[in-house]
């Protein structure tokens, strides 16, 4: 079968990766109602086009904390990009590099950030969760900054790992052969250790991840580092608020796809409201149920500056590594470039709340 939309690329990893990685890869913490819902409410929105617009070229390009990118596209942070494909964050940095889109690497990435940077071609940041072990924390960004990461993005919504019954049924463990090789394997020894009824990532994280850490934390980091930093997990405005009061560079809008606090709205239903209360003073990313160009076209449209995109890359990576994941980032950009036209909306900055309807 030739893809043809991301949900064939869906079809295809669920057909053939093993059920313990399908279900690390696909699902969500408690009901996964919020999983549910973050694809739902993008088909909730409606489109309204404005008609005779000339619509022969469209540019997606955004600008984003200084860097172009040729579509508002991100990959999202996610672990472990070699549970799926032996060429792992390789591929994927490589195939956001030729989508001209951001790629944000996971702090538990299965790959050298040397090596991730070493075969970007585009914007890369780095994702950080707050380790109790601050010393090993900012050795990372120390080595994040020096290969030339651009900004770093922190988790908030995992003060732990929430409880993924999928994994929990599975006993979810890492193989061997996948590991997060930026950290140090004692840090990283309870995630590979396999317990029945127990999910060896819940139980690390409860270990290893610093679950005090409060907004009078972030000066700390801020401190050591000259990077841009972004929160990404912000779902109110009075977080929103917040990060803007602590100087932070940009927010992403995410509930960690679903995975963690299960019951959270889907994140383009609070998208706006985010928006509106840091009135511009810094930009706002969403991620969380991105599938189609039009998904893209209305978080653009509640006034996203870029959408990243998690498990899409991750089933294109599966299906045929570095050109299945650039296919699914060139297949969005090509559906938002349509619905732009269809709408009558020649550039990103013409697309607007009038989009909506
Ligand atoms: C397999 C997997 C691993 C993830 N790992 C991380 C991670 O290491 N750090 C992080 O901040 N978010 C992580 N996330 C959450 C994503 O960054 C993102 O918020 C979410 O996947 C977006 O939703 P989507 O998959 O519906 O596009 C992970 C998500 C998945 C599916």
């Not at 790629?103 to 950030?113: I, N, P």
């Not at 922190?154 to 994994?167: E, F, G, H, I, Y």
């Not at 139980?203 to 990404?232: G, M, N, Y």
């Not at 019951?263 to 969403?286: H, K, R, S």
């Amino acid at each position: 079968m030739n893809p043809l939309h991301v949900a064939d690329y869906a079809a295809a990893a669920k057909a053939t990766l093993a059920g313990d990685v399908l279900g690390y890869l696909d699902g969500g913490s408690g009901a996964e109602w919020t999983l549910r819902e973050n694809t739902a409410a993008y088909q909730r929105i409606r489109l309204r086009p404005r008609v005779l617009v000339d619509v022969e070229a469209v540019d997606t390009a955004v600008d984003l904390l200084g860097s172009s990118l040729t579509a508002p596209l991100g990959v999202a942070p996610m672990a472990y990009h070699r549970l799926v494909h032996p060429d792992g964050e390789l591929a994927t940095v490589a195939a956001a590099g030729a989508a001209g889109a951001l790629f944000v690497a996971s702090m538990f990435a299965s790959t050298d950030l040397v090596r991730m940077a070493d075969a970007a071609t585009g914007p890369l940041w780095m994702q950080l969760y707050w380790l109790r072990d601050r010393g090993a924390l900012l050795d990372l960004v120390g080595r994040a900054e020096r290969a030339g990461y651009r900004a770093l993005v922190l988790t908030v919504d995992a003060p732990k790992v929430a409880r993924r019954l999928r994994d929990l049924r599975s006993g979810f463990t890492l193989p061997a052969h996948v590991s997060a090789v930026n950290l140090t394997s004692e840090l990283m020894a309870p995630s590979h250790v396999a317990q029945a009824g127990v999910s060896a990532i819940e139980r690390h994280s409860r270990e290893r991840f610093d679950p005090t850490i409060t907004w009078a934390d972030l000066a700390w980091l801020r401190e050591r580092t000259r990077l841009p930093l972004v929160l990404k997990g912000i779902l109110t405005s009075a977080d929103a608020w917040l990060a803007v009061e602590h100087g932070v560079d940009a927010v992403v809008v995410s509930n960690h796809g679903g995975r963690q606090l299960d019951g959270v709205p889907a994140t383009v239903d609070v998208l706006a409201e985010v928006v509106d209360a840091v009135a511009g003073a810094l930009p706002v990313l969403v991620d969380g149920g991105v599938r189609r160009g039009t998904d893209v076209l209305k978080a653009l449209a509640l006034g996203a500056a870029t959408v990243l995109v998690g498990r899409p890359v991750l089933w294109g990576l599966a299906h045929s590594g570095a050109a299945g994941a650039e296919h699914v980032l060139t297949l969005l950009r090509e559906e938002l470039e349509e619905a732009m036209a269809l709408c009558g909306r020649p550039t990103t900055a013409d697309v607007d709340r009038s989009v909506l309807g």
